[in-house]
């Protein structure tokens, strides 16, 4: 039982270690490119954030604390959760009000800060970063390298440094570009268990709808 008890903990992911509120050393910021999310997996779900009228293209996944290994989540707070207006205030730039619920339950109750603040700051970390605008250039769609994406975000900001945005796919598209700041939002070079470029050289990447 003991040996059961030792690889039981030694087996629990390192962010369920220290998971208290504010104790963290940076930001990832995500940005998903809303019609491959659409494609995927919102059209099935019917979801608002995917028709044509809202014209998303690279929306906020989430901000989320991080450390140098690992991640906190689901933290306790005793900061009062977000009212519906809130969220729903968020669903310009994250899709829906069901996303800024999630992440705010999430991420945001381990930043240490309020709801209001939480969202307040996810939004100026989602203006600080210029979305490349050749993306909504395409009209077709197309299949290109996921390194092509990480260099246009890094054209597209020269503060960037190379280390500091990493491009992830998924079942062979382009998902999320996710993006490293300071807890004052400049920014930083990743953790090692967040630079894991995608490196598909033909991932699928729609148009904007």
């Given at each position: 039982?003991?040996?059961a008890?030792i ?17 963290f ?7 998903s490119?809303s019609p491959?999310?659409?494609a ?6 019917r ?17 989320w604390?991080?450390y ?6 689901y ?9 519906r ?17 999630h ?24 203006a600080?970063?210029v ?7 395409i ?6 390298p ?8 890094l ?13 992830t796919c998924?079942?062979g598209?382009?998902q999320?570009?996710?993006?490293c700041?300071?807890?004052d ?9 967040v ?15």
């Amino acid at each position: 039982m003991r040996a059961a008890l030792i690889w039981l903990c030694m087996a629990l992911p390192v962010w369920a270690e220290n998971d208290r509120a504010g104790v963290f050393d940076y930001y990832v910021m995500s940005l998903s490119w809303s019609p491959n999310w659409c494609a995927r997996e919102g059209d099935a779900r019917r979801s608002p954030q995917c028709d044509a009228s809202q014209d998303h293209g690279w929306i906020l996944h989430g901000l989320w604390p991080q450390y140098h290994r690992g991640y906190p989540s689901y933290c306790n707070t005793s900061q009062r959760p977000p009212s519906r207006g809130m969220t729903a205030q968020m669903a310009d730039i994250m899709g829906t009000s069901g996303l800024a619920w999630h992440q705010w339950k999430k991420h945001g109750t381990c930043t240490g800060l309020s709801a209001a603040d939480y969202y307040a700051l996810s939004r100026e970390a989602y203006a600080s970063v210029v979305r490349p605008p050749v993306f909504r250039q395409i009209t077709k769609r197309m299949k290109l390298p996921a390194s092509v994406v990480e260099e246009a975000f890094l054209q597209a900001n020269p503060g960037f440094v190379r280390d500091g945005i990493t491009i992830t796919c998924q079942d062979g598209m382009i998902q999320e570009a996710r993006i490293c700041l300071s807890r004052d939002l400049k920014p930083v070079p990743c953790g090692q268990d967040v630079v894991r470029d995608c490196r598909m050289k033909d991932a699928v990447f729609d148009p904007v709808r």
